[in-house]
């Protein structure tokens, strides 16, 4: 099959346009490399060799094919050499007024019918188009890095872009081994708006002393089935690319709460500790292996008090089955006793909130994450009060762990850890739907492939329940009192009338 750009230039000889190139060339394309940078182009093309070599080694290609690839590799020196070209990629430094003038330069070099594109990841397409003579040959060209790993690229079409344009990428997509999604020219377009949720309310937690970056890591792994947790994510992604992007998208969006950023990247940030590559971000590496601190021991506790559940506990049957599992020795009265330990499972109300509310003993009263069920969760969150006993906090993690599964204590917060970050995941991802930056399903594999979620972020609302999710959301925005919580309209329609998040309406 003859490829949809026969000669295709990459502008930019760094991790992305080297992707971008080897898998073009592997599509059959004609590349030609271009860079400002003396020998950048020429370093690039070794580079590139040498990973084909080495799939040559693996089995992975042959040795007749990695001649044909590196066959169809060629420096350019000047923009004068890209002049036949059908595809021009630009991946160069995010800074709009260098865009631009690149694209000047390229419209009076190549052929007016050949397409441009950027891979920008944060800067609008319409913006870098705007003085361009022929703008709807311009697209977003958004790519992942390493590129030949992440099997995905958003297609953005900028305000005059001819939608033939868009679908001419979107074919090139395939035959390069990738799965096109379509994207609106937002802010952070699909892949990085959808990924606000999961960071900057993880952020919030560690800032309001709730847990500590390792224990929110492991719960998010552990409870939802997240590849990585979120502050291990902004290690390998490094503070130096992540917090602009947080920033790039909240002021983009005018300051709107639901992608607030936090002092806590920008203060590590300025302090040079940005992640993995300098050995040192949210957790420390040694020879690159990161180190992680032990988790506390099971308290050792002779004499278990009684349990009392609360009968508005979130999946109360379960949980007293799980007790009663565990051994416990369960009061039944419509009140608990004066010794017993008294278990609340609410969703988005903190611990606190519940037990004054309910009239409970704040001192002997536990909270207990129940979102996600316990038989489909690897770990246990139980969360205190202020004024929670430390005989009764031993108590509680002591039984629930008593059949070998993690426990994780933590301070009160409003929704724990995970329907915090779940809720407001699906509630970002839900309004991206409401403002149409995307459909429901380019979003799910977008998201999917671009963040490595476990399922896209309407799936994970329906996993739990639209209704539950909402639950969680209007009690998070009473007990913090912040817009950031306010439930999108797409989540709150569909969630009142039992649809699924992924329903879209007959036009």
Known sequence: MNPVFSRVAIIGAGAMGRGIAQIAAQAGSEVHLFDTQSGASSKAREAIGQTW???????????????????????????????????????????????????????????????????????????????????????????????????????IAGLRTDAAVCHRLSDYARQMGHTPVQAGDTPGFSVNHAGRGYSTEALRIVSEGIADFATIDRILRDQVGFRLGPFELFDLTALDVSHHVIESIYRQYYDEPRYRPNVI?????????????????????????????AEAPVPVVSNLPPVWVSPRAARRAELL??????????????????????????????????????????????????????????????????ATRTDMRDAAHALFARDGKPVSVIRDSGGFVTQRVVATIVNIASDMCQQQVCTPEDLETAVTLGLAYPMGPLAIGNRFGPDSILEVLFNMQTVYGDPRYRPSPWLRRRGAIGLSLLHTENQ
Do not use: W
């Open 53 to 155: 070599d080495k799939l040559a080694e693996k089995g992975k290609l042959t040795a007749e094919s990695v001649n044909l690839f590196k066959a169809r590799l060629h420096n350019a020196n000047r923009l004068m050499d890209l002049a036949d070209c059908e595809l021009v990629v630009e991946a160069i430094v995010e800074k709009i007024d260098i865009k631009k003038s690149v694209f000047a330069d390229l419209e009076k070099t190549v052929a007016h019918d050949a397409v441009l594109v950027t891979n920008t990841s944060s800067l609008s397409v319409t913006a870098i188009a705007a003085g361009m003579q022929h703008p709807g040959r311009f697209a977003g060209y958004h790519f992942f890095n390493p590129v030949p790993l992440m099997k995905v690229v958003e297609v």
């Open 321 to 386: 089955q799980l007790l009663k599992d565990l051994g416990a020795r369960i009061e039944t009265g419509q009140s608990p006793s004066p010794d017993a330990l008294t278990i609340v499972a609410p969703l988005g109300f903190d611990v606190t909130t519940v037990a004054v509310v309910d009239r409970h003993d704040p001192a002997r009263t536990i909270g207990i994450d129940m979102l996600v069920p316990d038989s489909a969760t690897r770990r246990r969150v139980l969360a205190t009060n202020p």
């Open 265 to 293: 990247t920008a203060q590590r940030l300025a302090g040079g500790v940005v992640g993995k590559k300098v050995g040192e971000g949210f957790y420390k590496y040694i020879d690159g292996v990161q180190q992680v601190p």
